[in-house]
């Protein structure tokens, strides 16, 4: 009995020596920090619920009438009721005139919501199309949380990920908008937003080889164009990646081929807005089109005549002058 007890204690030594040499301590703490930062973002955003579990606010409910509507032509029609929702005038609002709810609405918002619903049901789960509207902001704030932590990581390593991600999760800025029942446009919108941006630098990073970076090319337009069609911040995105071009050829910190990944982004959004009933092909001739249409003529064109900081910074007199009147005049 003593032989074997001793057999079992070596063996028990061994495997938990082995244990330990297999855990990465880093990497442990890496992902229970993780746990915990989505622990409080949830938790936080779960606060309302002790009072019950309802849709707050005005706009969220009318962009869970938008979901309703979408959900019931589907259940109806099938397919050939996907679209309805941009022909639907409603007269219950704005009366007399009503409104043309495909154009005044982002359409995205409702149609993801929709989406996630009917997936839910198809997977076995019971809910409601209320059940979604209450509970997927919160959902969808961990996500935005987690892409927050690989933009941090991205531009100072794992520390700064986590201090982003912790940071954005409790910010009072952020909770009012992504927390229970908030079934607004931010929902979708902020990480659309946070997605695109990190799929853009993903795509100008030099270690990447360039397939990789022409497919985060076309995420971050794919991601951009879903902001469009989800939240009315998409402005503000677009203006700063096609300002983003231009200050990374002017003082060329691009990688190789970085005029196609740019262009790639720059014209998956102008295909997005033109199809979007909130943009439209009047979006060509607005003045955000046309900074990105300046963006890409300044990334094909910036390298090849010399309008990088290096070369500019050697001109004197007039021509330093007339450029740096060019920028104000453009900017």
């Not at 309302?48 to 409910?61: H, N, Q, R, T, V």
């Not at 009721?81 to 941009?86: M, Q, V």
């Not at 949380?145 to 940071?167: I, Q, R």
């Not at 993903?202 to 995420?219: C, G, H, Q």
């Amino acid at each position: 009995m003593k032989t074997s007890l001793g057999g079992i204690k070596r063996n028990l030594g061994v495997f938990l020596k082995t244990i330990r040499l297999s855990v990465d301590l880093p990497k442990l703490i890496k992902i229970v920090t993780l746990i915990l930062i989505a622990f409080i973002t949830v938790a936080i955003r779960l606060q309302p619920l002790k009072y019950g579990a309802y849709i707050s606010e005005f706009d969220p409910y009318s962009y869970y009438t938008c979901t309703k509507y979408i959900v019931d032509s589907i259940e109806k029609k099938g397919l050939n009721g996907l679209f309805d929702f941009f022909t639907w005038h409603e007269t219950r609002t704005w009366y007399p005139f009503g409104v043309d709810m495909g154009k005044s609405y982002h359409p995205a918002h409702p149609y993801f919501g929709a989406f996630v619903y009917l997936l839910l049901r198809n997977i076995g789960i019971e809910c409601t199309v209320e059940d979604v509207a209450i509970f997927l902001p919160v959902f969808m704030a961990l996500i935005s949380v987690l892409l927050v932590y690989l933009v941090g990581k991205e531009f100072g390593g794992e520390l700064v990920g986590l201090l982003s991600a912790l940071f954005y999760s409790v910010s009072p800025g952020v909770v009012p908008r992504s927390t229970l029942g908030w079934y607004d446009t931010e929902m979708l919108g902020m990480p659309s937003l946070i997605a695109a941006f990190y799929f853009y630098i993903r795509s100008v990073k030099k270690e990447e080889p360039f397939n990789k970076r022409a497919i985060f090319a076309v995420l971050a337009g794919l991601f951009a164009g879903v902001l469009m069609g989800s939240w009315g911040a998409a402005d503000y995105l677009l203006g700063m990646l096609a300002v983003a071009g231009i200050i990374l050829v002017f003082f060329e910190i691009i990688p190789e081929r970085f005029e196609a990944t740019h262009i790639l982004t720059m014209t998956s959004i102008l295909i997005f807005a033109c199809i979007l009933p909130s943009f439209g092909l009047r979006f060509l001739t607005s003045s955000l089109a046309l900074l990105i249409y300046l963006s890409i003529a300044y990334v094909l064109l910036g390298r090849f005549l010399g309008l990088t900081y290096a070369k500019l910074s050697k001109l004197r007199g007039l021509e330093a002058v007339s450029f740096i009147i060019l920028v104000m005049l453009i900017t």
